[in-house]
């Protein structure tokens, strides 16, 4: 059974506990009306899936119910960290991103 260690209740917790919520650190373009098709486009529907190290949003959906941020290596699928939304993003080596 894959665990996933919440950055709120700081304990590991079974993976049918979680809600994958995709890509962190996408930030929303401001203000959102005045950008072109392309943008937008690329703003809401276009993501990086990389091989390797991803930065992903969490939800502990069956636990505290708060989003997260992890880092997870698509390969192994292992997660290397979680952290609490808001804090910056972490420098991984290999990260690609
Ligand atoms: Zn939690």
Redo the contacts with the bound molecule.
């Keep these: 059974m894959l665990l996933i260690r919440?950055p709120?209740?700081e304990e590991e917790r079974p993976e049918l506990e979680f809600r994958h919520a995709g890509e962190a650190h996408i930030a929303r373009p401001a203000p959102i009306t005045d950008i072109s098709d392309d943008d937008f486009e690329g703003y809401f529907f276009i993501r990086s899936n990389p091989k390797g190290i991803v930065y992903e949003r969490w939800r502990?959906i069956h636990?505290?119910a708060?989003f997260f941020n992890a880092v997870r290596d698509t390969v192994s699928d292992k997660f290397l960290m979680t952290y609490k939304a808001g804090e910056p993003k972490p420098e991984l080596k290999g990260s690609s991103r």
Excluded: K
């Design positions: 919440c709120y209740c502990h636990g505290c708060r």
